[in-house]
């Protein structure tokens, strides 16, 4: 299986602020990633497919970029709903899998 | 607009199964890519498998390869999942989860989540 890890597992920031999260894939898989946004009790929600590419109705604060290996999702400037968890994904090989998720706390 | 609604909470005890659908309105879904995905309290997401109703073969983790099904109800089309032999460690949110163009493009559209606990 395709292990992804995701630093940092959580941060503190304040609105306004840039935030980038890491996404590391144990192999090679091309852009097929992921990046999925999810609240506390509700599903999760997709921000960004194939590695860079903003999902319909997505603020374009939110951006990615990446290929191979490493990915980042940024937020260009933290506002208030963005404070969840977010994780990334494969989709190059099944399983598919997710990484651990990074909690995004207010400071 | 698409809509999914998957079925209700279930409490289940040690051993025995659980079916959850996934009914899908507003749209022709039979090509459609319905992954199943889920949660443990406290926990990430997990990929469990994949099928395309419309081509009627399924994908599984092997972590779950001869204990789940993921299928579309021959009578009634509705997309399905079930686990069988639960433990208490499949205690979880299942949620069914949609790639309408392709696994390259992402998951776009979510169920609400079905809570599975298996208890004695």
């Known amino acids: 299986d395709v292990q992804m890890t995701q630093s940092p597992s959580s941060l503190s920031a304040s609105v306004g602020d840039r935030v980038t999260i890491t996404c590391r894939a144990s192999?090679?898989?091309?852009?097929?990633v992921n990046w999925y946004q999810q609240k506390a009790g509700t599903a999760p929600k997709l921000l960004i497919y194939?590695?860079?590419s903003l999902q319909s109705g997505v603020p374009s604060r939110f951006s990615g970029s990446g290929s191979g290996t490493d990915f980042t999702l940024t937020i260009s400037s933290l506002q208030p709903e963005d404070f969840a968890t977010y994780s990334c994904?494969?989709?190059?090989?099944?399983?598919?899998?997710f990484g651990p998720g990074t909690k995004v706390l207010i400071k | 607009q698409v809509q999914v609604v998957q079925s209700g909470a279930e409490v289940k005890k040690p051993g025995s199964s659980v079916k959850v659908s996934c009914k899908v309105s507003?749209?022709?879904?039979?090509?459609?890519?319905f992954s199943w995905v889920r949660q443990a309290p406290g926990q990430g997401l997990e990929w469990m498998g994949r099928?395309?109703?419309?081509?009627?073969?399924?994908n599984y983790a092997p972590k779950f390869q001869g204990r789940v099904t993921i299928a579309a109800d021959k009578s009634t089309s509705i997309p399905y999942m079930e686990l069988s032999s639960l433990r208490s460690d499949d205690t979880a949110v299942y949620y069914c989860?949609?790639?309408?163009?392709?696994?390259?493009?992402?998951?776009?559209?979510w169920g609400q989540g079905t809570t599975v606990t298996v208890s004695s």
């Open positions: 194939a590695g860079s």
């Open positions: 099928t395309i109703p419309i081509l009627g073969v399924a």
């Open positions: 192999q090679s898989i091309s852009n097929y």
């Open positions: 507003g749209a022709t879904y039979s090509n459609y890519g």
């Open positions: 994904q494969q989709s190059y090989i099944t399983p598919f899998t």
């Open positions: 989860a949609i790639d309408r163009e392709s696994v390259y493009h992402g998951m776009d559209v």
